[in-house]
């Protein structure tokens, strides 16, 4: 149990990755704070969580809003009193070519992936207890992408720099973090891709599930990877190399 008594905030905590990175925590012990701007899956995943006897609740947030950020980290911490792991889940996507991208349509998605990994961290950090980390979702577009995505490969690339220089700043304060870069994963976000809908995208190679990924976040989280800060690491089933 790697997370008794550990509080892990975790946004895009409705479905996929981050619903199963919130039920892998609560397994393990955790309390968990879940945080999307989906009431009804926010709060259907953590019904689910204390049916099976975890410690959890939804603080709704749109993640790209300092305000409410600030009452979703505000939240956790005055139920549980500190913080320990935080896991910056949340994103959006695009498929326009830049030429036909609005500007509003780069400003959401940068704001949603990249600026609300800022506030969580920015609001977090006065919370987290010596020991803790923060898990960033990163994609395997930060390292090789496809047209009419660049906005999101953009905020992920942008994610992993972020990451390396967090690292230097909080290390003093014995807390780590690091980045997951997933591949392609049976999620709504993979399926709802109107590329993959019309067929004009083939998606190749391996297919992980949720459950994959978590098991990379929560061994980041905890103190098996004490010595890993600043890292990204790529969960792709290989996916990199057929590229």
């Known amino acids: 149990m790697r997370f008794t008594e ?25 309390q968990v704070v879940l945080v999307d701007v989906d009431d ?4 259907q995943v953590a019904h689910e969580i204390v049916q099976q006897g975890g410690h ?18 505000t939240a956790a911490a005055s139920r549980w009193h500190a913080l320990d792991v935080v896991v910056n889940d949340a994103a959006i996507m695009t498929f326009e070519p830049i030429a036909d ?41 930060a390292h090789e992408t496809t047209r009419n995505v660049v906005p999101y490969a953009a905020s992920k690339g942008a994610m992993e720099a972020f990451t390396r220089g967090f ?20 999620t709504p976000m993979l399926w709802n891709n109107p590329n993959v809908k019309s067929g004009a995208e083939t998606v190749t190679g391996a297919i992980g599930q949720p459950d994959d990924i978590a098991a990379a ?27």
């Open 56 to 73: 959890a609740f939804f603080a709704r947030a749109d993640v790209s809003n300092s305000a409410d950020v600030q009452n979703a980290v």
């Open 217 to 243: 976040v929560c061994f980041l989280a905890s103190s098996e990877a004490q010595f890993i800060t600043g890292a990204t690491l790529v969960v792709d089933g290989g996916r990199l190399d057929l590229l």
């Open 101 to 141: 991208l609005t500007e509003d349509d780069w400003d959401r998605v940068l704001a949603v992936n990249l600026r609300s990994v800022f506030l969580f961290c920015k609001y977090a950090l006065p919370h987290m207890r010596a020991g803790g980390a923060f898990v960033n979702i990163s994609s395997v577009h």
């Open 6 to 30: 550990k509080v892990c905030l975790v946004t895009g905590a409705a479905s996929g990755i981050g619903a199963a990175t919130a039920r892998r925590f609560a397994t393990e012990g955790g």
């Open 167 to 186: 690292s230097e700043e909080i290390a003093p304060r014995k807390l780590r973090v690091n980045c997951v870069a997933p591949g392609a994963v049976d």
């Open 40 to 43: 009804t899956g926010g709060e």
